[in-house]
């Protein structure tokens, strides 16, 4: 049996602005089980970062999680005190955002920002703070460590300084990593790299990724299971290769097919429309605005995630009666 690590249940998460309320997460639910790395998957705005820092408790304002539960390791998260999610944050989970450049401060050195993180964890002095960081440094293969540590962030590449936010989000030892787009603007090569570190990371400390993308091609390589988001609720959640041969929901479809292959030709097909205003969302299914397979039931209610299979879940009152077949 599957130990789980982490369940969220009917998550909503709503930004209350002078437009309107935003239902940017509304009724989310998908469990991790431990040691098995998880993609959460859609275009931008599906919920997948608000996603995450409902998980960690550091929604900006004037965002508020509504209702659900988030269990992690048997604890209830949602309700917790700032001090409680403190013991948690970083510790137990880590987080690495899309941007190094947002959590990375540009007024203090590499070794500074590193050890602050160890030692606000764990009674030591600077000098085994020291030790630790140039560990960690290692751990991240960053060339010379020892001729990093007085750098500054702006001092670094892209790369060295994704490099460097991850050595953060590891800093003290945490059961889970959440890695939000962790290759955006970087170049192919360094992308690689990246994946490639986050993956031995993954294996050597026996670490659970959650992995934030919208890049179907990066879902392939890093990932065994997948949650597929669309306009702040759950479509789809399979393992991978079965998301890859057989999706259930037009939405998963649709994604595949956006994606290029470098194998085979093949016509990229984009998805039509846009992803909806969350303060004015469609009724019944989200997606059915831009759905080749809508019928009128689908604009009247939400349908329900429901069983399709082992251990797989789809959120579509057509998917007995459509075949979307191998799509990448």
């Known amino acids: 049996m599957a130990d789980t690590l982490l369940e969220v249940e009917d998550l909503k998460t709503y930004f209350f602005t002078e437009a309107g309320v935003v239902k940017a997460v509304d009724g989310t639910s998908f469990t991790v089980n431990r040691g098995e790395p998880l993609g959460l998957v859609g275009e931008s705005g599906s919920g997948k970062t608000i996603t995450a820092l409902s998980i960690l408790g550091v929604i900006p304002r004037p965002g508020k999680i509504i209702s659900g539960k988030i269990t992690f390791d048997g604890q209830n998260l949602v309700g917790k005190k700032d001090k409680d999610l403190r ?173 290029p292959r470098i194998d085979r030709k093949k016509n990229l097909v984009p998805i039509p429309g846009n992803i909806p205003n969350l303060i004015t969302p469609p009724t019944g299914c989200r997606f059915h605005p831009r759905c080749a397979y809508v019928v009128d039931k689908c604009a009247g209610e939400q349908p329900p995630l429901e069983p399709c299979g082992s251990g797989r879940l789809v959120a579509c009152y057509r998917w007995k009666d459509i075949s979307l077949g191998k799509t990448a």
């Open 87 to 259: 013991e948690i944050r970083g510790r137990r989970i880590g987080y690495v955002s899309q941007d190094p450049n947002s959590s990375l401060d540009p007024l203090f050195s590499v070794e500074s920002q590193l050890a602050e993180v160890i030692m606000s964890h764990e009674k030591m002095t600077k000098e085994e703070a020291r030790a630790r960081v140039l560990k960690l440094l290692n751990l991240v293969r960053i060339p010379e460590p020892e001729a990093r540590l007085g750098a500054y962030p702006h001092e670094l590449s892209g790369g060295m300084r994704q490099r460097i936010a991850i050595a953060r989000a590891l800093a003290a030892n945490p059961d889970m990593l959440i890695a939000d787009e962790p290759t955006t603007n970087l170049d192919v090569t360094i992308q690689a790299q990246v994946l490639e570190l986050l993956k031995s990371l993954e294996r050597d400390l026996g670490m659970t990724l959650i992995l934030i993308t919208h890049d179907m091609g990066i879902v392939a390589e890093m990932t065994k299971r997948v949650v597929v988001l669309y306009a702040g609720r759950v479509a789809e959640v399979a393992d991978t290769s079965s998301i890859y041969n057989n999706p259930k929901h037009p939405y998963t479809a649709a994604l595949l097919q956006s994606v």
